[in-house]
Each structure stands twice: as structure tokens, then as C-alpha cells.
């Protein structure tokens, strides 16, 4: 068990690069992320109480809400951001069905998409709305944000 | 060229789909300090002292500020308002202290320190506590305030901050010469913009006396004006910077944030300090959108043509007035929603009470004004069995009319209400309205309801854009209007490249807003960029053309005028093969022998709005806005009689739009106009307790739409009518779905459920308690 209120360093994969970071341990991954360490500020605070998921990035392929995990509790595990995305279909698909305009909620919904895209078996509108819906988008109609999730997450209707 | 009308990507769309779109919160220099707000969690309290001690012992604090260190006063029309609570506190949820420290972590341990010790007041919790006889009063000083933006009128040891009237013809007359009158009443709770970035701002005094602050915000130099004001700086001094905004909805129109960033960094010597709204804070602390209450009577002939109005809506503004008095005259002016009403009288009232206090909302008071005129007519075509959409084209408003404040409409300022009205009905499968069973206790419904909008600016907001040419004759575009998810900066960069004939890629446009860099432009509100900036830019552009045919007619020995342009050339009109690249002319013409004159050519343009004027006191009589745009927006609902829950099938809207620029940026903005629309009126709605706490600060509680309770269908249609006046004629649409889709939403349930519902937001339970009586 680590100290519970000094810095400690710990170590995770961050988008393929093993990282070590110094880190207090009641830090959320959000936070953690966005820091001056890691400066990757695609994960967007929204609410910071797991209401919104524009934080949402992938824990070994799932999404998560960084702003409910502690960073601790994520060590050696493999962490994918948005900026980890490398031309992944779902990028493509958000441009394709115009599926943002002030563009604050995406990598949230964009991340959600990618994980679906992983595992077309398992697809389905259903399942699609389902994971969607722990993500809020003020901006637009949602539809488009459904195009452009479905169109990789179930290819085939 | 065929870049106007055509589907474009947003130009920072690569960078908002890789993470790489950069937010006010994304750019930190590192060593910022953090400032939080101490909230009061009274509504309505004296401040009888408060102990900062604990609070200024935390490790790494540098300071604590309370209202006894600010003496100024804010505010857009009155100024009420303190940005530190002194002496009491109006609303739960209002600054009282601001703890600057090293880190978050450290100011939020001593702001949970600081102790308030209160002695409570009576609480106007309601518009009728506030307005009755003896009420408490939330500001004792009303109709003392010094006021930045005249008009306002007060009532002295009253909670009315401000009332508007607006008289047209004889609404007394006019209701006696009516066959029918329907009378309405509506309730409409505050609402809350719920961008998705939270708000924020941060501040530092630089030695040199420059202050330089960066804001999400729709209204940079409006910041910089009043932070000048307000601290007796130059306007020159204070430097505000906007980069993308992660939505707005006139939420950001607002300045409250830079204010305190702007006093956390004084106390602390000039460092940078950051302040960020948690979203709870974002909800109960920052501005709200008004709650409403409203009757409407209207009276018309037995076929269905309207005779009279007659109005009183009364606004909950919170705990200040903010833009509320202009957001009445908003009312006021457009009362009568689009329809032709010979006789007129109307009163608007801007009330306070201990609410958090209210800004403009999407629509700038026209949603939750529309709802009202929009109960009523279809309550109106209920009595007279007509066909609510019959009845609202018959009574549509036409060129050569004029509006409640006598505003003269015309062809090009007024779009065309009967021919949305006829896409519609083939667009929805028009029915009538008629209530059709659709299996056991289930029913299908449509309802309809109009808008329209002008913009209630200022008679003279301006604009500018600024355009630089690079060495390859590709163009730098420079303009104020920030970038909050409309694509406003695409659009600008679309109306350039038609006047250059270049293709948009070679528009570069300055993403982020400097108030010391871009020109001037009023507020990023009101639907306006389009007409202001475009018009702007198209100056510019001519501007910019100019140039390069003056320089061009000194190397080619010939008029500028036998000189025209295209492909990124300057050529000779009768013989093309005659020509110059823009990019030789660019930053100057170079001789073969060296020598070069010209320097590097940029487009100067600039606009400010005509013939608008402020409202006359006593008739209310005014030109508010440059145009009227018009449209007609349906649903179509299911509904179970038992359980009154519903679900949306279709939404449509069809609006005049002018001239559409980018149709998919177009129709996403009216798609997700019509989703925060039928938000607002299916689920939205803050909630107070007894004693005036905000209930519901998060989006557990406070919900707004998710993924899946959207409506089955969106569907979209626009006629294009021009606005001679505006680039392309284009008319403003950025606002205006929000605006009669609740209130077609709840025509259309009003009709399923056999009962009025007139109270938003409308539940399954409300449903249930509006139809209680019978059941
Ligand atoms: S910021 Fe994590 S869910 Fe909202
Ligand atoms: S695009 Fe603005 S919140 Fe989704």
C-alpha cells in the first residue's frame, strides 16, 4: 500500500508508451491526464462526478470515466486516450455525419464509438444507445452522433 | 464559385475528432493559481461576519477575499449587482469569499473553512411572494443603482427591477370587437444553459500594467470594456483572449468569472490565477435562463382572424437583473409572436427574487415568450374547431405590416411565415391535429407552433474583419466573433473565399479571438455573426480586391478598372492571358532588377448595424432588430393514456432561412435546436426548496437530453427567401429552433392528454397531476 498522501510515482501505459508519473494519490485519472506530466487535455472535465462522460477514455478497451477513477487504482494498466486514436474509423465517421459542433463532448462520445467499433459481433442499435447514453451532447441532435457511431459500431444496420 | 450553399467541415473539425482542440482549460501556464468561490448556501441572509482565519492558515493559500475588500457594483443594464456578496446574500449559490491558493486542492480545503455567520431573511421565493403587498425585498436600494445602459425602470421599494409595455392600436376595442377570446396562463421554471464546458476564466496583471485575460466566453470585448470600467483601467490595458468555446447557449454572454479572476490576481500581485466552475457551481452560482410566468388573452373574429392581445408576462430573473431589461423589451417587441394583430397591449415585468440570478438563453426570452402565444393559439383554434395550422397561416404576418412596436416589415426583413407553413404539411403528414388511437390506451398526436426572432441588439454593435495575405496568395482571415460550435469562423471564411474566388483552403482563419488583435465585434450572440461579421468580411474582400488591382495596374500599365480577378490572378478583362498571381503581388511587387513597391496587401472591412433605435418609453414604439426570421416547427407524439408517459416520433422545423451557407452546419444547428427545445420543455426545470436552496446541481438531477430520447426522426426544411441587406441573404437561424418546438410539444400532448398543459416542464407526472381532477 502506497502513502495516502505524498506524491508517489507510478507507472501505466499511456496510448502505447509505457509512462511514469508523479502522482498524489487521491488524484483522478482526469486529472492526472491533463496535467502538466501527460498534457493531454482531450479528456474534458464536464462534471467531474460521472454524470457527463466527456471524460471518458478506454481502461485495457473499456470506457471509463476518468473523473471517477483514482489514478492508484489504474497502475500498469493500459490507458487509451483520444490522442491515441490514429485514423480510426470512428474519427472519419464523426467528420462524415457532421456528429459535433462545439466539439467539448466528443472525445467522450468519440472514445465510447471506438470501443464499440472494437466489437462488431456484439453490435447493435441497442447496445449502441445503451453505451451512448452515458454521455451528454448539448449541441447537437444526437442522431448524427448515432450515424456516425452505428456506421462503425454495427456496419450492417 | 459554388462555396456558398455547399456542405464544408467546420475548419477546426480535424482538430475537435483527434483531441487536439484547445479550450480555455486545455492552455495552463504552469505556476497558475487557483481560485474557488466560498458559495452562500442561504438564499437570502444578512451577513452578520464572517471568519476567514482557518481558511488563510491552509498551506498554500495566498489569500481570501470577501465582498468587504469590493466595492464595485456590476451589471449589463443595472448595476446591482456585487461580485462578492457585502452586507447579504440574494440567492444560494452566490459568492460570498474567493480563496486564492497554490493548487485546487489546497483552495477548496479552505474554502470548506471559511464560516459565514448569517441572520436570516424571508425568502421571495416565488414571482407572487415577490410581488405582494409588503414582500421582502430582495434589493432594498432598486431604483437607486447607477444604470451602465439606459432604458430601465425600476419601482422604488418593490421587487420589480425593470418593466416594459408595448401598446399597438386598442386592445380594449379589440377585444370587444372579438367573437371569441381564449385566455391562457402559463408557468415556466428557470432553465439552465448546461454547455458542456463548464465556465471559466483566468487573469494576470502584468508589471506593465497590462491585464491579460483569457475566458470562455461569448463576449470578449465586452469583458474587456467592463473589467475596465468596473477597475478604472484603459480599455487598451486589458487584453482578452477567447479560444474555443465548448458551447454557450447566451450563458457565456455573461461576465461574472473574469471579474473575479480579475480580482483573485490583484490580490495576489498580478500571478495568474485560474478560476473554473465545478459544474455544481456552473448551475447555482453562474446565471441561469429566466423562469416565466405568463397570461396571454386573445381575442379574434368567429373565421379565425385575430383582433386583439393582451399580455402580462412576468420574468423570474433571480437575484439580479443582469440583460433581463433588455430580454423584456425582447418580449415586448415580438409579443404577438409571427402573426398579423391590429390591436395590442402588453406589459412586461422583470421581478426579482432569491433565485440565482438569470441571463439571456438561446433565443435571447423568445422561447419561453413563444410558448406563451403559442398555448394560446392553439387553444384558440381548439374553441373555434379550426385547424391549428390553418389558423396560424391565415393570420401569418406580411410584408407591409407592422410589427407591435411599429416596426415596418418588408420583403427582405421579414421572412416568409405561409411558405414554411406549406413545406410543412407535406413534410409532417400534416393531419389536422386530429387524436388517432393507435392500439390499446395508446394515441398519436401532432402539434405545431410558430416562431419568429429578431436579434434586440444594440443600435450600434459592430463588427470588423481583418485580412492579411500570405506569400502564396493564400489569405489570413482576422475576425471578433468567437468560435462556440455554430461555425461561425467557417462561415466567415466561406463568404471570403466566394468574394476572392479562391477555394476555402486557402482561407486561414484566427481561431481564437485578441481583443488587442481582432477587430471589434460586438458579442458572438443573437444569431448575428452571419449578417455582421459576413458583412464585414465582404467588405474586406472588396476591400483586399482593391489593392491587388492597384498594385496589378501599376506592373500591367493599365486602369484598375480594365482589371479583373480569378484562379488567384489579377488579369486583363479583354485579354486574360495578360495577368498577375495574387501571390506576386502579395507582399509587394518585386521588379526583375529587385526593386518592389506595394508592401504587404491587407483587407480592412468593417460594419456597424443601421436604423435600429431603443424602444419609446411610453408607446414602446422601435425598430429592435435588423430582421425577423420566421418558421413553423411540428411533432408528432405517442402517447399512453395510462401511464401519460410519451415518446417523441418526429420533430420538424422549417424556416426561412435567406440563403443557406453550409447546409449540414445548418441543419445540425437546427437538429440540435429543436433537441435542447424539446429538453427544455419534457424534463428541464430547476428545482428550489422551501427555503430557496437550488436542488438539483447536477445533471443526475437536472435532465437534459440523452442519447436514445431524441425524436425518432429530425426532419428539416428550409425556403430561402433573401435578406437583401445580408451576404447572400442569409438570414439569422443560429437561435431559432429552440424556439416553438416545447410549445408544439405540448399542443400536440395537450391534445392527446384532453387537457391544458401549460406548465413546463411537462412529465409524465405532470401529465397525471394536470389531469388529476378527472381521474
Ligand atoms: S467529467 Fe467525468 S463524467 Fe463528467
Ligand atoms: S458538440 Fe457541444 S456538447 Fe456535443
Known amino acids: ?157 | 464559385m459554388t462555396i456558398i450553399g455547399t456542405s464544408v467541415p467546420r475548419k477546426e473539425a480535424p482538430n475537435k475528432v483527434t483531441g487536439r482542440a484547445r479550450y480555455t482549460d486545455d492552455i495552463n501556464v504552469p505556476g497558475t493559481l487557483n481560485a474557488v468561490i466560498v458559495p452562500a448556501n442561504k438564499a437570502h441572509a444578512k451577513i452578520v461576519s464572517m471568519e476567514t482565519e482557518a481558511a488563510k492558515n491552509v498551506p498554500g493559500v495566498k489569500a481570501v477575499i470577501t465582498g468587504q475588500d469590493v466595492s464595485v457594483l456590476c451589471g449589463d443594464v443595472t448595476e446591482d449587482r456585487p461580485p462578492l456578496a457585502r452586507d447579504k446574500v440574494r440567492y444560494s449559490g452566490e459568492p460570498v469569499a474567493l480563496v486564492v491558493a497554490r493548487d485546487e486542492m489546497a483552495a477548496h480545503r479552505a474554502a470548506s473553512l471559511v464560516k459565514v455567520h448569517w441572520q436570516d431573511l424571508p425568502v421571495v421565493n416565488t414571482i407572487r411572494d415577490a410581488l405582494r403587498d409588503n414582500a421582502p425585498l430582495v434589493h432594498e436600494k432598486n431604483g437607486e443603482y447607477a444604470v451602465a445602459t439606459p432604458p430601465v425602470y425600476p419601482k422604488k421599494r418593490s421587487n420589480i427591477a425593470d418593466e416594459a409595455n408595448v401598446t399597438k392600436g386598442d386592445a380594449d376595442q379589440g377585444m370587444k370587437n372579438s367573437d371569441v377570446k381564449v385566455h391562457v396562463r402559463v408557468s415556466l421554471p428557470q432553465i439552465d444553459h448546461a454547455a458542456m464546458e463548464p465556465r471559466i476564466a483566468k487573469a494576470e496583471i502584468l508589471a506593465d500594467g497590462r491585464v491579460l485575460l483569457h475566458a470562455s466566453t461569448q463576449a470578449p470585448f465586452e469583458v474587456q470594456k467592463l473589467i475596465a470600467k468596473y477597475f478604472k483601467l484603459n480599455p487598451g490595458q486589458v487584453i482578452v483572449t477567447a479560444p474555443l468555446v465548448g458551447g454557450a447557449f447566451g450563458g457565456k454572454a455573461a461576465v461574472q468569472l473574469e471579474i473575479l479572476a480579475y480580482l483573485a490576481s490583484k490580490a495576489v500581485g498580478g500571478q495568474m490565477v485560474r478560476i473554473v466552475n465545478a459544474r455544481e457551481g456552473d448551475m447555482s452560482t453562474s446565471p441561469l435562463g429566466m423562469g416565466l410566468e405568463a397570461e396571454v388573452t386573445l381575442g379574434a373574429t368567429r373565421d379565425g382572424h385575430l383582433q386583439a392581445a393582451q399580455m402580462r408576462f412576468y420574468m423570474d430573473i433571480g437575484a439580479y437583473t443582469d440583460s433581463a431589461p433588455r430580454i423584456a423589451r425582447a418580449i415586448a417587441a415580438q409579443c404577438t409572436g409571427p402573426y398579423r394583430i391590429a390591436n395590442v397591449h402588453t406589459d412586461v415585468f422583470c421581478v426579482y427574487t432569491n433565485h440565482t440570478y438569470t441571463t439571456a438563453f438561446r433565443g435571447f426570452g423568445h422561447m419561453p415568450m413563444t410558448f406563451a402565444i403559442e398555448r394560446a393559439m392553439d387553444e384558440l383554434a381548439h374553441t373555434l374547431h379550426m385547424d391549428p395550422l390553418d389558423l396560424r397561416e391565415m393570420n401569418a404576418i406580411r410584408p407591409n405590416d407592422v410589427t407591435p412596436t411599429k416596426a415596418r416589415l418588408t420583403r427582405s426583413n421579414l421572412g416568409d411565415l405561409p411558405q414554411c407553413i406549406e413545406k410543412m404539411r407535406p413534410l409532417i403528414d400534416w393531419n389536422g391535429g386530429k387524436v388517432q388511437s393507435v392500439g390499446a390506451h395508446r394515441v398519436r398526436v401532432q402539434g405545431v407552433a410558430a416562431f419568429w426572432k429578431t436579434s434586440s441588439s444594440p443600435p450600434n454593435a459592430v463588427s470588423g474583419a481583418l485580412v492579411t495575405m500570405n506569400s502564396d496568395g493564400s489569405v489570413n482571415l482576422s475576425t471578433g466573433a468567437v468560435e462556440f460550435g455554430p461555425g461561425t469562423k467557417t462561415t466567415a471564411a466561406q463568404i471570403l473565399a466566394e468574394k476572392l474566388r479562391i477555394p476555402l483552403d486557402r482561407v486561414y482563419v484566427h481561431e481564437d479571438v485578441n481583443t488587442q488583435v481582432d477587430p471589434e465585434h460586438w458579442k458572438t450572440v443573437a444569431s448575428l455573426s452571419t449578417y455582421m461579421v459576413g458583412r464585414a468580411v465582404v467588405d474586406a474582400a472588396n476591400d483586399l480586391i482593391g489593392q491587388l488591382k492597384s498594385l496589378a495596374a501599376a506592373v500591367l500599365r493599365c486602369s484598375p478598372d480594365d482589371l479583373d480577378y480569378g484562379e488567384e490572378k489579377i488579369f486583363v478583362r479583354d485579354d486574360p492571358s495578360i495577368s498577375i498571381k495574387f501571390s506576386d503581388l502579395a507582399l509587394g511587387y518585386k521588379y526583375k532588377e529587385g526593386d518592389s513597391i506595394g508592401g504587404q496587401l491587407m483587407g480592412r472591412g468593417r460594419f456597424i448595424i443601421r436604423h435600429l433605435n431603443l424602444l419609446d418609453e411610453e408607446t414602446g414604439h422601435g425598430r429592435p432588430g435588423p430582421a425577423w426570421t420566421v418558421g413553423i416547427q411540428a411533432v408528432e407524439v405517442e402517447y399512453d393514456e395510462e401511464t401519460h408517459q410519451y415518446r417523441i416520433l418526429k420533430a420538424a422545423t422549417v424556416l426561412d432561412a435567406g440563403r443557406v451557407i453550409n447546409p449540414a452546419v445548418a441543419a445540425g444547428q437546427v437538429m440540435g435546436g429543436m433537441n435542447m427545445g424539446l429538453g427544455v420543455a419534457s424534463r428541464e426545470g430547476v428545482h428550489y426548496d422551501a427555503q430557496g436552496q437550488f436542488l438539483n446541481q447536477q445533471f443526475r438531477s437536472y435532465k437534459v437530453m440523452r442519447m436514445g430520447e431524441q425524436p425518432q426522426q429530425y426532419l428539416v426544411e428550409f425556403v430561402e427567401n433573401p435578406q437583401l441587406d445580408s451576404p447572400f441573404g442569409a438570414r439569422p437561424i443560429g437561435e431559432h429552433a429552440v424556439l416553438a418546438i416545447g410549445a408544439a410539444l405540448a399542443n400536440a400532448l395537450s391534445r392527446a392528454a384532453d387537457v391544458s398543459l401549460n406548465t413546463l416542464p411537462i412529465t409524465p407526472e405532470q401529465i397525471w397531476r394536470e389531469r388529476g381532477a378527472r381521474l
Open chain 1, 1 to 157: 500500500m502506497k502513502s495516502l498522501t505524498r506524491p508517489e510515482q507510478i507507472s501505466f501505459n499511456v496510448n502505447g508508451e509505457p509512462r511514469d508519473v508523479v502522482i498524489y494519490p487521491g488524484e483522478t485519472l482526469l486529472y492526472t491526464l491533463r496535467g502538466d506530466a501527460l498534457g493531454l487535455t482531450g479528456a474534458k472535465p464536464g462534471c467531474e462526478n460521472g454524470d457527463c462522460g466527456a471524460c471518458t477514455v478506454l481502461v485495457n478497451e473499456i470506457p471509463v470515466k476518468s473523473c471517477m477513477v483514482l489514478t492508484p487504482e489504474v497502475e500498469d494498466q493500459a490507458i487509451t486516450t483520444v490522442e491515441g486514436l490514429q485514423n480510426a474509423p470512428i474519427q472519419q465517421a464523426f467528420l462524415d455525419h457532421n456528429a459535433f459542433q462545439c466539439g467539448y463532448c466528443t472525445s467522450g462520445f468519440l472514445m465510447v464509438g471506438h470501443a464499440l467499433s472494437q466489437d462488431v459481433d456484439n453490435g447493435s442499435p441497442e447496445r449502441t444507445v445503451e453505451w451512448l447514453r452515458s454521455n451528454i451532447c448539448r449541441c447537437t441532435g444526437y442522431q448524427e452522433i448515432y450515424d456516425a457511431v452505428s456506421s462503425v459500431a454495427h456496419p450492417n444496420g
